[in-house]
């Protein structure tokens, strides 16, 4: 069964041409979504791979109607694969269900596999170039300065509560008890 997907970044956007398209092409069941996609919920292409069955195609308009990356692409072509389900995209040509396309399809998880393991190697030799001039990587940089520190002890020793203190402090409150777990258990105790 060929299965259509279409799908519009925002609401004011017309699905027509797309769903015409997938019409035209033979697709027995439609299945669409409004949304962006860089959003990783989209119910229609949810509700499209669940429907979908080994020996089945599922036929996109073009390749970036199902996703932004490269990355987002070759995992659900995996996914698709692995389930015996092909996958085909009018107008870019893209159809696994044919050799050049499963070719194609596995030139680009190489490319995809090789880009991830030279950023590996990368950030690997970035951090042995760090240590050997005496820096040590600590990563990203805490939400709570020194000064903040500061400021929560002194607003902590005034009786104000974590919440209180962490919206004072424009972070969050899990972020807050990462500094002072002992507020958490002392927060727990007022509650109690």
């Given at each position: 069964?060929?299965?259509?997907?279409?799908?519009?970044?925002t609401?004011?956007?017309d699905?027509?041409?797309?769903t015409?398209?997938l019409?035209k092409?033979?697709?027995?069941?439609?299945f669409t979504?409004?949304?962006s996609?860089?959003?990783?919920?989209?119910?229609?292409?949810?509700?499209?791979?669940?429907?979908?069955?080994?020996?089945?195609?599922?036929?996109?308009w073009?390749?970036?109607?199902?996703?932004?990356?490269?990355?987002?692409?070759?995992?659900l072509?995996?996914d698709?694969?692995?389930?015996k389900?092909?996958?085909?995209?009018?107008?870019?040509?893209?159809?696994?269900?044919?050799?050049?396309?499963?070719?194609?399809?596995?030139?680009?998880a190489?490319?995809?596999?090789?880009?991830?393991?030279?950023?590996k190697e990368?950030?690997?030799a970035?951090l042995?170039?760090?240590?050997?001039k005496?820096v040590?990587?600590?990563?990203?940089k805490?939400?709570?300065?020194?000064?903040?520190?500061?400021?929560?002890?002194?607003?902590?020793?005034?009786?104000?509560?974590?919440?209180k203190?962490?919206?004072?402090?424009?972070?969050g409150?899990?972020?807050?008890?990462?500094?002072?777990?002992?507020?958490?258990r002392?927060?727990?105790?007022?509650?109690?």
């Open positions: 069964m060929l299965i259509g997907y279409a799908r519009v970044s609401a004011d956007q699905l027509a041409l797309q015409d398209a019409n092409a033979g697709c027995e069941k439609l979504d409004k949304a996609g860089a959003k990783a919920d989209r119910p229609g292409l949810a509700e499209a791979l669940r429907f979908a069955r080994a020996g089945d195609c599922i036929v996109v073009k390749l970036d109607r199902l996703g932004r990356s490269i990355q987002g692409l070759i995992t072509a995996a698709l694969s692995a389930r389900i092909d996958f085909r995209s009018l107008t870019d040509g893209f159809d696994t269900s044919t050799a050049s396309g499963r070719l194609l399809f596995h030139i680009l190489s490319v995809a596999e090789m880009e991830r393991e030279l950023i990368r950030t690997i970035g042995a170039a760090a240590r050997k005496g040590i990587g600590s990563g990203r805490s939400a709570l300065t020194p000064d903040k520190v500061d400021t929560a002890r002194k607003l902590l020793a005034a009786g104000d509560k974590p919440a203190v962490a919206k004072v402090l424009q972070v409150l899990s972020t807050f008890y990462r500094h002072f777990p002992a507020s958490e002392a927060d727990k105790a007022d509650a109690g």
